[in-house]
């Protein structure tokens, strides 16, 4: 049987696992199961295709947790599972493309050009010509404006979308997203910075700023 190293707090809940204690696992159920579902309908094209993905994840992390080393949190590994399958049933059902191709305008600047001042500006080249505003938190919490940045996120490109709801909704760590995706760091961060800024883009008009 593997050892456990590197999340020590998560040492008993293991071991708990894998003597088949159905309350930990439901414990482990309760934390995980909304992440899931939502990582899963990242990659498919319906909420009742996710769901039958999470299910069988589950029956993996079940049939894998003996073998589990601890290189990642139980949280990671998890996601990791279902994001796997779920690329795989999506792409099976040609309802997906692989997260490794850059496609749907990646070139496209992650901001419109026009927000820059041009580069013979005799004092500030490149710099803001209209920067960003600052929101007020109640402002971004308010349920309209929530609403509207989740319609916001299902219009971005699948990789954009992805990376976003991984670090800004689940919370993911960098590294987390990466091993979840199989995408480089480099790639992450880029990802990551053109999802925010068409986000922020498609908020504006609401909140108030440049447009």
Known sequence: ???????????DLIAALRRGDEAAFLTLVRSCQSSMSRVARLFVSSDAVAEEVVQETWLAVLQGIAAFEGRSSVRSWILSIVANRARSR????AR???FS????????PAVDPARFLPSDHPRWPGHWAAPPERWADEKLLA??????????IETLPPAQRQVIVLRDIEGCSAEEVCATLGVSDGNQRVLLHRARSRVRAMLEPHLGGPV
């Open 1 to 11: 049987m593997s050892s456990v190293a590197g999340h020590p707090e998560e040492i």
């Open 90 to 93: 999506g792409q099976r059902e």
């Open 96 to 98: 997906s493309a692989p």
């Open 101 to 108: 191709s850059f496609d749907d305008a990646e070139d496209e």
């Open 143 to 152: 349920k309209e404006t929530l609403g509207l940045m989740r319609k916001a």
